[in-house]
Every structure is written in structure tokens, then in C-alpha cells.
């Protein structure tokens, strides 16, 4: 079974923050060598294949930027 292919702009425009934050992170994580950084980059970069919604848009990028901020906080 194949799934419609959904063309909203409004995902698709949102989809362009969280990507590209994602792969300043990735970027930023492999020069410094820091692992939350670039799993945080991956992580941000992949689910918006997983997000099908403008809501599961946005509480995926925040809880994946929370997960990150709280590993730094925690030392890592």
C-alpha cells in the first residue's frame, strides 16, 4: 500500500527550520568533536521523515532540542 505524498506549504516550510539547525549542529558536533551535538544534528535532520503533521513537526524538534539541552546541562 502506498501512502499520498501530502504537499502542504506549511510543513514544508517549517520542515526547512529544524533541518537546517540540524545540520548546523551536525556540522558544528563533528568539528568540535562532541557527540550530543551531532547525534542532536542527526536526530533533527531524521524525524521529519517519521513527522507526518505540523504538530508532530514541532514537538518532535522541541523534544529532540530538550533532550539536548538537558544532556548539556547534565555535563556532557
Same mark, same amino acid.
Given at each position: 500500500?502506498?501512502?499520498?505524498?501530502?504537499?502542504?506549504?506549511?510543513?514544508?516550510?517549517?520542515?526547512?527550520?529544524?533541518?537546517?539547525?540540524?545540520?548546523?549542529?551536525?556540522?558544528?558536533?563533528?568539528?568540535?568533536?562532541?557527540?550530543?551535538?551531532? #547525534?542532536? %544534528?542527526? *536526530?533533527?535532520? $531524521?524525524? @521529519?521523515? =517519521?513527522?507526518?503533521?505540523?504538530?508532530?513537526?514541532? #514537538?518532535? %524538534?522541541? *523534544?529532540?532540542? $530538550?533532550? @539536548?539541552? =538537558?544532556?548539556?546541562?547534565?555535563?556532557?
Amino acid at each position: 500500500m502506498y501512502s499520498t505524498m501530502t504537499l502542504d506549504p506549511t510543513w514544508i516550510f517549517l520542515s526547512l527550520i529544524p533541518s537546517g539547525a540540524g545540520f548546523v549542529l551536525f556540522v558544528y558536533g563533528k568539528k568540535q568533536g562532541r557527540w550530543p551535538h551531532m #547525534v542532536a %544534528g542527526l *536526530a533533527l535532520m $531524521g524525524y @521529519l521523515y =517519521l513527522a507526518t503533521t505540523v504538530m508532530s513537526l514541532t #514537538v518532535g %524538534g522541541v *523534544a529532540i532540542c $530538550g533532550a @539536548l539541552w =538537558l544532556t548539556l546541562r547534565m555535563g556532557y
